[in-house]
């Protein structure tokens, strides 16, 4: 057999675009669904295990389906120092999201706004202070915590997860306002505003969405964060560096329910906060 | 009241120079229009009234107060930015009543102005709406009404009805000229289009490359260009152009005529005629028609005179085609004259 017929075989007519369109969606819907499956199938299997009893977590075969179980919750809650760890990441995740937008912002806005000597100096600078290897500081800054009285405090762990929110804080909002029309903020001050009013009546109303999703940044890097956590708070660890110390001793049920712990208060943070990353998505709202 | 005085104002971006030392009055009440070619500085003048561009040297003075160090919320102006900045997060309603709520004006009033501004610029149907739902020539429109609605003393124009259909324009231009007259306040219009300007200026400035080349009412700055670039670009279409040779002390050698002129000593200097300023006849310019444009009322010729295009408008009901030979005699009183050297007029 020659390849002739087989060549004759294939249809080489004019297809409608409708098939481009369709083989397109296709990909696009398989894109999606992936993707989700990502996120979503690793989140399902944590709080599977969460829901489920010791003997069904280490059992096999497995259901696939919660028994509603809350015995790995309650013993996890009830475990000593899970709540002050709880509360003291949650307090110290506020601050660094309070912080570095406040520090960020006008930087970014700074940014956008005005030309002055060593702006792409600042601007590399910005970026820069990520590549800094963090174990390099912990000694020097353990150290000059102590001395300062910083040292196993919310505010103290909260000024160095700051610093690592800062960087994005400070990029992120300097292209919000420079996405934003300077004849804008011009038009306001020509109808009677100072440089203060025209920035809270015209720019902020539309930055808010960006800002708030650089606040959210902000605060995922602080609750994630465990390198720093953990060097320098003792008491009042947060919950990544009381989980780090503790869990890696502890049954599988209980690193599952430490596993949910971290998750939930993110997810529920990011749920609320959902709409305004959506605008800035270009998703409309209104 | 609210005459605005520069003196000696100059510009530069870097080393880019946008504007030389300008000078210009402009009275009180007056409705001066600033034309010129794109980026000769219109809009950075502008900006340097509003206070929103700090001149490089210079003074404003507005209304008999220098007002060059005090922000724009209190210079007394209101403007309209050429790309109109339309604030995107409130109604048209709110954008009208923006300056008018800085002032804590109350609502009844608001209300009052809002509504008369808005029926004035024929949006009175949109108040509702966001930027994002309005077309660019109903968000210009929001720009005018916005500043209107201040009654200010001055207010700066940056093209203002550049996006609008031609019958729109027209209809908005009547208004605006008959309510910035009756509230006497006094206005600064940037505009390309000639027309515009023409017929809403009591006094044109035309400017090129940063300088002011002719501030005068439009029809000494259209029948008396006192520089080429003003014959150049003002009329449409705009002045034709012929080397002139002297041959007699007052007798110019134009494209095979000869002519009376000025009197001076140079060798070589330009002619220099309005196209509707020709007429056809037994003698004249030996003119090789190329392109016939009827327009209606006239029909526009173009034709070589001398190997260079020379434009010429007729009447409509003289048949012309092309490569016909024409022979066009400029009316005396109409020509003008112009030193190759400085590029101004010399006086005949
Ligand atoms: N911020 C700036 N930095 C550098 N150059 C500038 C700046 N603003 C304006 N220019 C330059 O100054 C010149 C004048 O600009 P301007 O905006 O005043 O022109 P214009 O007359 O308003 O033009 P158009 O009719 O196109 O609006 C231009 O050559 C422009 O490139
Ligand atoms: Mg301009």
């Known amino acids: 057999m020659s390849s002739a017929p087989v060549a004759a075989n294939i249809e080489d007519r004019p297809r409608p675009v409708g098939d481009a369109g369709r083989a397109g969606q296709f990909v696009f819907v398989a894109a999606i669904i992936l993707l989700c499956a990502w996120i979503l199938v690793p989140l399902y299997l944590l709080f599977v295990n969460t829901l489920s009893s010791p003997a069904e977590v280490t059992g096999f075969p497995k259901s696939g389906l919660p028994s509603f179980s809350m015995g790995s919750v309650q013993f996890f809650l009830s475990f000593s120092g899970v709540g002050q760890a709880l509360w003291n990441s949650l307090l110290v995740a506020v601050l660094t999201m309070v912080f570095s937008i406040l520090l960020g912002a006008p930087a970014g806005y700074a940014l956008s706004r005005f ?35 910083l040292d196993d405090t919310a505010l103290g762990l909260a000024l160095v997860h700051t ?24 038009a306001a001050w020509t109808l009677g505003c100072n440089r203060l009013q025209a920035f809270i009546k015209v720019i902020l109303p539309l930055v808010l969405p960006g800002i708030v999703a650089s606040a959210v940044f902000a605060f995922t890097i602080s609750w994630n964060e465990v390198f720093a956590a953990s060097v320098l708070t003792i008491e009042n660890r947060t919950l990544t560096a009381f989980l780090v110390q503790n869990l890696n001793v ?24 959902r709409k305004y990353l959506f605008a800035m998505w270009g998703i409309a709202n209104r | 009241m609210a005459e605005i005085v520069i003196k000696n104002v100059a510009k530069s971006f870097g080393a880019f ?24 500085g219109k809009t950075t003048l502008l900006r340097i009234i509003a206070g929103l561009e700090t001149p490089t040297q210079g003074e404003v003075w507005i209304g008999g107060r220098r007002v060059d160090h005090l922000p724009p919320r209190q210079r007394g102006i209101s403007m309209v930015f050429q790309n109109y900045a339309v604030f995107p997060h409130l109604t048209v309603f709110e954008n009208i009543a923006f300056g008018l709520r800085m002032q804590k004006m109350g609502q009844p009033e608001v209300e009052r102005r809002v509504r008369r501004t808005a029926e004035l610029m024929h949006i009175e149907q949109l108040l509702e709406r966001y930027s994002g739902q309005l077309s660019g020539g109903q968000r ?29 324009r027209l209809e908005m231009r009547a208004e605006l000229k008959g309510v910035l007259a009756e509230s006497k306040t006094t206005t600064i219009y940037v505009t390309h289009d000639q027309v515009e300007a023409m017929s ?23 029948r008396n260009p006192a520089a080429r670039f003003v014959g150049s670009f003002i009329g449409n279409p705009p002045m034709n152009f012929i080397p002139a040779k002297r041959t007699d002390n007052g007798r110019w050698a134009v494209a095979g005529l000869e002519l009376d002129g000025p009197r001076t000593e140079r060798e070589l200097i330009e002619f220099a005629i309005r196209p509707e300023d020709v007429f056809p006849g037994e003698e004249g310019f030996v003119a090789d028609v190329r392109v016939v444009e009827p327009l209606g009322a006239h029909t ?41 050297d400085t590029q101004t007029a010399i006086p005949a």
């Open chain 2, 17 to 40: 120079q946008a504007l030389h030392a300008l000078d210009m009055a402009i009275a009180d009440q007056e409705f001066m229009v600033l034309l010129g070619a794109s980026g000769c």
């Open chain 2, 140 to 168: 210009q429109r929001v720009a005018v009404a916005r500043a209107l609605a201040m009654e200010p003393d001055v207010i700066l124009m940056d093209e203002p009805l550049s996006n609008l259909d031609a019958l729109l």
């Open chain 2, 300 to 340: 526009l010729v173009t034709c070589d005179v001398a190997g260079k295009p020379f434009r010429a408008v007729l009447e409509s009901d003289r048949r012309v085609s092309p490569g016909e030979t024409l022979k066009l005699m400029p009316a005396a009183s109409r020509i003008r004259w112009f030193d190759l």
């Open chain 1, 115 to 149: 030309e002055f000597p060593g702006k792409e100096i600042f601007r590399l600078l910005v970026v820069m202070t990520r590549a800094f290897p963090l174990p390099l500081l912990a000694l020097p800054l353990a150290v000059m915590f102590i001395r300062t009285g």
């Open chain 1, 163 to 186: 610093v690592l929110a800062l960087p994005f804080a400070v990029l992120i909002t300097f292209s919000l306002f420079a996405g934003i029309p300077v004849e804008l903020e011009e």
């Open chain 2, 200 to 222: 809403l200026a009591d006094r044109i400035s035309v400017m090129n490359g940063g300088k002011i080349v002719q501030n005068d009412s439009p029809v000494e700055i259209y």
């Open chain 1, 250 to 273: 502890s049954p599988l049920h209980l690193k599952f329910a430490g596993g949910t712990a971290l998750v939930l208060p993110a997810l529920i943070f990011i749920f609320a906060v």
